[in-house]
């Protein structure tokens, strides 16, 4: 079966660099979720899109952004990058009404 | 504090025996609560959800849930040296919410 698929899977970008993470939800799903985990902790709510419109945020610094488009993948845009901000970012997708989030493999960032 | 808090570990058992996995939660008004397994560097796989009270068994896992106590349980039945992860407690209050995460059990199977 289809899974979520993120690109890049590793990504090494230097302080005050930007990065773009992409999403790619399951087929037919409607509604994606971003999560930042830290090495050891788990995994933080960032931000969610129902329908390309935003649905709920959590704990995502102003230095983020993120926009879910028509054919429904998302991406999340990281600018001015700080040593802080390296963890794996993990996007789950779901099909509303259904309960089950899917979470794809993540990308790794370092931030240097 | 956190709204759900679950034991690190490590826990270390041998293979075949039965594994007991727990979470408190602190908020009543959880309604949905899920167990994922993380192999390292790997993303969460959603095991077993159950809504409310109750038990719910799936092959080798069993996950039950006690509001009234805010606990939240899995237990493995046979462990293999395969079901070795971080094993995550999550819940959310409505369908289609955020999942908040536990900071999850790390479980090794000793062959």
């Known amino acids: 079966a289809a899974g979520v698929i993120q690109s890049p899977r590793h990504l090494i970008k230097e302080k005050r660099e930007t990065a773009t993470l992409k999403c790619y939800p399951i087929p037919r799903h409607d509604t994606v979720y971003w999560y930042q985990q830290g090495p050891g902790q788990d995994p933080q709510f960032l931000i969610s899109f129902y329908e390309k419109m935003q649905s709920d945020k959590g704990s995502i610094p102003d230095r983020f952004s993120a926009q879910q488009f028509s054919d429904y993948h998302s991406e999340l845009n990281m600018s001015s990058l700080e040593l802080g901000d390296s963890a794996l970012y993990f996007c789950a997708s779901s099909l509303t009404g259904i309960h089950e989030q899917y979470f794809g493999p993540g990308t790794r960032l370092t931030v240097t | 504090q956190k709204e759900v808090e679950q034991d690190p570990g490590p826990l270390s058992v041998p293979e075949g025996a039965i594994v007991s996995l727990n979470c408190t939660y602190s908020?009543?008004?959880?309604?949905?609560f899920m167990w994922y397994r993380q192999y390292s560097r790997k993303g969460p796989e959603l095991l077993m959800y159950t809504y409310s009270s109750g038990n719910k068994e799936d092959g080798r896992f069993t996950a039950q849930v006690d509001k009234s106590s805010k606990y939240i349980s899995l237990f493995i039945r046979d462990s293999q040296p395969s079901d070795s992860a971080t094993y995550l407690c999550?819940?959310?209050?409505?369908?289609?919410?955020?999942?908040?995460f536990g900071k999850g059990t790390r479980l090794h199977i000793l062959p």
């Open positions: 908020n009543s008004a959880f309604q949905y």
């Open positions: 999550a819940t959310n209050m409505n369908r289609d919410d955020k999942i908040i």
